[in-house]
């Protein structure tokens, strides 16, 4: 197991897509495990392969103490309801918070590490999680979701204290 680095913004695989995994291989058992390491490392309670500089459709996502962290491959949201607006982060935009709206509650697809269909619904931050964790396979980050006057006041803000 290895804890991987964690790709910061404005990293261009930040901005790439992930393609689906279409075979279980090795290289994917390790990228999960190595992600669950990462993400626990960092006290996060999602990570996806793009942070960690791999374009495969793989999630990691905190179980909250309910069961261990959860590997999901080729996650989807094939339902969803209701909406709700909780302060969101991310271990590639350290140190930036902001009240975000999203889906209350989701139902997830995707196939675990034996390549069995998983299917669930979650809410509360597991969901926010899981949404957060599937835009990144997108290229998307949570900055984006933010209305035009917040992601201007990011930018100003959070690029000059880089500088
Ligand atoms: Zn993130």
Known sequence: MAILEIRKY???TLRMKARSVR?????????????VETMKANKGIGLAANQVGFLHRVIVVDGLGKEGPM?????EIVQFE??????EGCLSIPGYFELL????????????????????ECDGIIARAIQHEIDHLEGILFIDRLSPVKRSLFRKIYLAKKR
């Open 10 to 12: 404005p990293d261009p």
């Open 101 to 120: 709206t999203r889906f209350r509650k989701v139902k997830v697809r995707g196939l675990d590490l034996e390549g069995k269909e998983i299917d669930f």
């Open 71 to 75: 590997v999901i491959l080729n996650p």
């Open 82 to 87: 209701g909406e709700e607006t909780r302060e």
């Open 23 to 35: 075979e279980i291989t090795e290289g994917i058992l390790k990228l999960a495990e190595d992600m």
